[in-house]
């Protein structure tokens, strides 16, 4: 699919590779627009970078309040689709926010700094309120979301941020309190220096219905489904709307079956359908599936290694609980930092017997 990320540590002979760190919220399984748009970059990521990725638990209650009984479920779903896809515990921390509650101390320290007008000026807050109509999304706690972001990102002085095109505006946030905090409590050096996002080169990526696949809009592929599964659902996608009998030809540029050939079929593959299509000398159908045939090898080693992980959830969790204590132990050394910056008395350890 795309050439390997250049290491810019490796290009200038730099032996410190920079730290990477990037976040999901726990949807539940996730979808090829999940896939595509973040694991797939980084999983190649944890080859070149020091990197942190964790479930951002927290985040989802800022919208999901109401209802938590999924909360673990969905957790376990995004971290087996995690490992399924490659992402390796011995080269990157995966872990759970509400396992490192430092972030949840650093988000407090930001909130007594960031003007109110910093937080309702961030597009998605006007935006989401309007969206989810059917939530009270008036909370402290939601209109606080990008900050605790600017903290998950700060906390492990995070030189570059993975996200998608949506989350600039957060990354942005994230620099601004960075500079905010470095001009009320300025060091040497800047105790949190300004992080970069860097932009996933994700391609578009249409659901079923030629929306973009998003699982609030029901048209998503997971990565999990079995092969009866995919194929099913991209039986039913929409194409080229013009194209309405067999016998007319179609416009692979139009069509959103097209788009997905592109991520997930050989340039040979696209050259027969752009072929077969123009020229009506192929239906759709066929069309549909032999994308569905790229896509279901593209998922079999990814689904092979997820389930040999289903099969022992108690490792998982192990997995998570150990990337967690190493994340606390990082997150733990910015706090000291960041308290003797503000001049706050450090938290030390408690004198032997102090327990009763
Ligand atoms: N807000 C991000 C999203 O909805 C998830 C997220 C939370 C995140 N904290 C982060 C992403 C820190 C990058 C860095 O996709
Ligand atoms: Fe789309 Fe393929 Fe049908 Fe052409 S043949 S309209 S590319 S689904």
Known sequence: MTEPIQSKASQHGNPLPKRVLSGMRPTGKLHLGNYMGALYNWVRLQHEYECYFFIADWHALTTDYADTSNVKQNI???????LGAGLDSDRATLFVQSWVPQHAELHLLFSMITPLGWLERVPSYKEQQENLREKDLGTYGFLGYPLLQSADIL??????????????????????????????YPEKPLVLPEPQALLTPSPKLPGTDGRKMSKSYGNTVLMSDPEPVIRQKLKTMVTDPARIRRSDPG????CPVFDLHKIFSSAETQQKVREGCTTAGIGCIECKGWLADGVVAELAPIQERRRSFESDPDHVWEILREGSARARLRADQTMQQ????????????????AAR
């Open 338 to 353: 960041v308290r003797d910056a503000m001049h706050l008395p450090q938290i030390g350890t408690a004198p032997a017997g």
């Open 251 to 254: 416009n692979p540029d139009v």
């Open 76 to 82: 376990l779903d995004v971290a087996l689709d995690w």
């Open 155 to 184: 906390i492990y002085q995070a030189d570059l941020v993975p996200v998608g095109q949506d989350q600039v505006a957060h990354v942005e946030l994230t620099r601004e309190v960075a500079r905010r905090f470095n001009f009320f």
